[in-house]
């Protein structure tokens, strides 16, 4: 069996990638109110594309962070190898309380979220399915049903393969799934996670990743 081909990505191309992705957020006149980045990969690039949707006279976009972890579980019927499954751990989420003072809560806002690969979905899965049916629940408690939150996702990059569960259709087929790249089903090496970033740069521009 083949080794498992690395795919380098280097700070560069992250930020190229953002930067792309924000002028197609902006051209099509769809400039988020909130960004979330998923922890900790979808920080950096929350942080970046932030920069690239900054228009002229406005505030900058607060970004706000949730912690996600995928672990190993074992599913609800228990033994055998096919049960075992990834289960999302929360291990950080939105305070409601302190939104709603600073940003009126997320009731009729555009909310962008943001990670930094789509691998199997369950993540971005999780993330959009909570936010939702959270703002749904705060909709209902402050009688605000009239003000549909509209949310979109940011990833650097979509592997190419079939995904464990899905995102909305309204979502992706009003193209408010956006993934900078689509790359074959191999192993993303990001520059954050490099030990020695000039080797880790090199490899990338020898991939045609910077
Ligand atoms: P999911 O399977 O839920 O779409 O992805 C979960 C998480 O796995 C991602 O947010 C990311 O942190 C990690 N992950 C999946 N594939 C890769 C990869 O190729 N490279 C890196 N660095 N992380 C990955």
């Not at 990505?9 to 006149?29: F, G, M, P, W």
């Amino acid at each position: 069996m083949s080794e498992v081909e690395k795919y380098y990505i280097s700070y560069n191309n992250v930020h190229k990638l953002c930067q792309k992705t924000a002028k197609e957020i902006l051209a099509r006149n769809e400039r988020p109110d909130i960004i979330i980045g998923i922890s900790g990969g979808g920080l950096i690039p929350a942080r970046i594309i932030r920069s690239f949707l900054k228009v002229k006279g406005e505030k900058n976009i607060p970004i706000q962070a949730i912690g996600l972890s995928l672990y190993e579980s074992m599913g609800s019927t228990g033994g055998g190898e096919e049960a075992i499954g990834k289960e999302v751990v929360r291990t950080q989420w939105l305070d409601f309380g302190a939104l709603k003072e600073h940003f009126d809560s997320l009731i009729g806002k555009r909310v962008l979220i943001v990670d930094e690969v789509d691998d199997t979905r369950t993540t971005l899965h999780y993330a959009v399915t909570e936010l939702e049916k959270e703002v749904q629940h705060q909709q209902k408690m402050l009688n605000r049903l009239d003000e549909p939150t509209i949310f979109s996702v940011f990833v650097i990059h979509n592997k190419d393969k079939p995904k464990k569960v899905d995102l909305p259709r309204e979502m992706l087929e009003s193209g408010r799934y956006l993934a900078a790249e689509t790359v074959p089903d191999e192993w993303l090496v990001y520059p954050w996670d490099a030990e020695d970033i000039d080797e880790h740069t090199r490899l990338a521009k020898l991939q045609g990743h910077d």
